[in-house]
């Protein structure tokens, strides 16, 4: 990470090497951090700040069900997948964790055929041992489509 969300005057840059940036974090999704089914969303890793994530989600036949646009299972499981990946720009990298609630609100559908949608998560505040943040799902056009608050517990 190199430098602070130029939106956001709370995130500063990060000046510790061990900090995770995109690389890093995209070799967390690739690895073995997540499970199988999470790498097969075949989220990438787009933006990194301190204590905020932006991950792309391709929209294949895979992600979309019956009706034709993307499932509320993979927005989900992305949002979660993307909060992982801010908090661990907040710990230094990667830290044993666990979702204690996920709480999502389905704004409007994506498309099956809108190529990508764009997800990301921000730390609202890191306690000790829980870490609160929300997430935001949002179609190619950057229309919002879904929005999550989360709570996670550090383990």
């Known amino acids: 990470m190199s430098s602070a969300h130029p939106d956001s005057p709370a995130n500063t840059a990060i000046d510790d090497p061990r900090d995770p940036d995109t690389g890093t974090l995209q070799a967390l999704l690739d690895g073995d ?10 989220l990438r890793v787009e933006q990194v700040f301190e204590g905020e994530v932006q991950l792309a989600l391709p929209v ?7 009706a034709g646009v993307l499932c509320g299972q993979a927005m989900m499981s992305a949002a979660d997948t993307a909060m992982v990946l801010a908090v661990c720009t907040t710990t230094g990298g990667f830290t044993p964790m666990t979702t204690v609630q996920l709480h999502t609100s389905f704004l409007r559908p994506i498309s099956g055929d809108s190529g990508q ?9 890191k306690g000790e041992s829980l870490v609160f943040g929300e997430i935001e799902v949002a179609d190619a056009r950057g229309a919002l489509a879904a929005h999550a608050t989360t709570t996670y517990a550090l383990l």
């Open 33 to 42: 951090t997540f499970a199988p089914w999470v790498r097969q969303l075949q």
């Open 117 to 125: 949608a764009r997800v990301t998560a921000r730390v609202l505040r």
């Open 60 to 66: 294949t036949a895979h992600h979309v069900h019956g």
